[in-house]
């Protein structure tokens, strides 16, 4: 076994399950108005979780069982009032054990008891990026540029002042510098959206700025923040994938960071392959970089199974579509015909605003040799019977409600739709849909 499949079997268990072998009991108290709603959850850093682990509250007594985090640093996450107040804590393990005591408000603001020289750094520097965060969204259009872009920027001095005036251990004094790092650049992304100006109208070069903060951030504790294979992909050369590949194997040093940013390229790389037009070219293109720097093979595999979107492919053979009664129903049973799909879900409203135009479509069309059929992707089974219940839907309904389809088709948007041939192949890829007044020429043109 290589290092690398060592490494990506590391990587896929903190992606997706989350799970470290050593846990911690962390009991205290509660004190203060405790909102009758209060809902607490804990989650520990640097530890990839699906769901935050909840805290039981027993009057002024709180329990919770956790993984522990590899900083000793926790997010608490206060839900009262219809709001969210999330507040990092700095947590002292003993045999398996932490205590945490804190005292709540009527809004479910947290303040920790007799809080160490980490937390008051840990939560000075959460209120603030808090306030400034929303200061970017609430006066971000209307500010001056070089303001905008020393509140982008400054995260940087906070967490140094904040360092010298609470002399934080040596971890968390490292994770205060990081989350600096990766908020500001999370802040620049935001600029556009927040403000409606671009990053270079405030003075604000991303690329450099990612160039500078990428050296700090190629580090094991880089685990703890979602955007640093961001920070680090903003501070390489673009390019095609096989030059961004051979960036991220030549110059990221540590080793799940590397693998966290090749899972992002890659995924990227596969939903957006136009495989319709060039997939020969793009399957020659992963197959050598795989060969070439031991790449799992689970990327190609993907690849490989959007086949089915290139010209004279079959429908995919790995998709279970059921009617409404719930029986399964083979796609051969359409050969001989022409098949139009709509391809929809119950909660996407632009899908419902084409039902009327394609049941106008389904009304008119002089051509017998053509079928329409709906397929949902709702994971919802009961949501889906109702909506056609409501929409009065009749005709060929079925449901794909594993998602099978729309990975197998690299569809990543509904609605979408497809027209396959007699023998049941792949005839045209992202049709027009039923609004398109070129939809009944062509479907009346099929012969």
């Not at 006066?139 to 904040?162: N, P």
């Not at 604000?204 to 700090?216: F, G, L, M, T």
Request: proline residues 4%.
């Amino acid at each position: 076994m290589t290092l690398r499949t060592i490494l990506t079997a590391a990587f896929m268990t903190l992606a997706s399950a989350g799970m470290m072998a050593q846990s911690v009991k962390i009991a205290g108290t509660l004190r203060g108005s405790v909102p009758a709603d209060l809902k607490l959850y804990v989650m520990p850093v640097g530890v990839s979780s699906l769901q935050p682990d909840s805290v039981s509250v027993n009057g002024q007594k709180i329990l919770a069982n956790t993984p522990v985090s590899p900083y000793n640093i926790y997010k608490v996450v206060a839900v009262a009032n219809r709001r969210q107040n999330i507040v990092p804590v700095h947590l002292t393990v003993k045999k398996d054990a932490a205590n945490l005591s804190m005292t709540i408000d009527a809004e479910g603001n947290i303040d920790f008891n007799k809080a160490d020289a980490d937390t008051k750094a840990l939560v000075a520097f959460n209120d603030i990026s808090v306030v400034r965060s929303k200061q970017l969204w609430m006066d971000g259009k209307t500010m001056q540029a070089e303001a905008l872009k020393s509140l982008v920027l400054g995260y940087h001095a906070i967490a140094d002042s904040l360092i010298r005036v609470c002399r934080p251990s040596t971890v968390t004094t490292q994770y205060l510098r990081l989350w600096a790092s990766t908020f500001s650049f999370e802040n620049m992304e935001n600029l556009r959206f927040a403000t409606g100006r671009m990053p270079q109208d405030v003075g604000v070069d991303i690329a450099a700025e990612a160039k500078r903060i990428a050296p700090a951030v190629d580090c094991p504790m880089s685990s703890a923040f979602d955007s640093s294979p961001r920070v680090v992909l903003a501070s390489l050369p673009q390019g095609s994938l096989d030059e961004r590949i051979s960036a991220v194997e030549n110059s990221v040093k540590d080793a799940l960071l590397k693998l966290r940013i090749e899972d992002v390229l890659l995924n990227k790389y596969i939903t957006t392959f136009r495989y319709a037009v060039n997939y020969d070219e793009g399957l020659s293109e992963l197959t050598s970089l795989t060969e070439r720097y031991g790449l799992d093979k689970k990327y190609l595999s993907e690849f490989k199974k959007r086949k089915a979107t290139v010209s004279g492919n079959m429908f995919p053979a790995d998709v279970v579509l059921n009617d409404l009664n719930g029986n399964k129903v083979d796609f051969a049973k359409f050969r001989g015909k022409y098949v139009y799909i709509d391809m929809w879900a119950s909660w996407c409203v632009p899908c419902i605003k084409e039902i009327p135009h394609l049941k106008a479509i389904e009304k008119d069309l002089q051509n017998e040799d053509v079928v329409f059929l709906s397929i949902s992707i709702d994971s919802n089974v009961e949501a889906w019977k109702k909506k056609v219940a409501q929409l009065g839907l009749e005709g060929n309904l079925l449901i794909d409600a594993k998602g099978t389809l729309a990975q197998s088709l690299n569809v990543n948007g509904i609605p979408f739709f497809l027209i396959y041939d007699r023998e049941g192949r792949m005839y045209k890829y992202n049709a027009p849909r039923p609004s398109d007044a070129r939809l009944k020429p062509l479907l009346e043109g099929l012969k």
